[in-house]
């Protein structure tokens, strides 16, 4: 006669939550670095190890088989805190053209908010695009040009990331379109459409 099975409760202490905590940690660092220290390069630097670590503590949490509960709460909420500090206090000072942080903010929000919303309801988010990911690499990667630019006063890289940002935010209220098409359907039980 086998015994009872109880459950497991999943590892807390895994590599990719590490690096979910150490990129938490790091934002109070960011925060001095613009501020304490007026850098804003450096600040900018920091973000783009912040936000670009995100793929690492995911790939590792897959390749690892160390995918946990925690982590998928985690991970995401390292990512939104860092780009909402970025986008709030690079506006703050100065960083961010107006339009831009605020239309990031907003986005973000709803985001957000059909998370809440998705979780009440007892589903989890939808599946990422594919456009999803192309928007949030050229937002990501303007986001960081701003701060390059303003700290070593590169016009052509403010210039640049104006372009990309704009690109990068017209693909991402594009995309939350979609995702509200979906978020409707997965609601309805019809959750049969493939990303794209």
Known sequence: MSAPSYGYAQPVFTIPNLISLIRLGLIPVFLWLLFGKDDPAGAGTLFFFIAWSDWVD???????DQVSELGKVLDPLADRIAVFVAVVFGWVAGVLAPW????????????????????SKGQRTVEVRYLGKLATFAVYSAVTWFYWAEGWDWRWLEVSAFILGTIGLALYYWVLIDYGHDIRAKLAGEDDRSPT
Do not use: N, P
């Open 58 to 64: 995911g790939y590792l949490a897959r390749k690892l």
């Open 100 to 119: 831009f942080a605020a239309l990031l903010i907003v986005r973000e929000s709803l985001v957000g908010i059909a998370a809440i919303y998705m979780f």
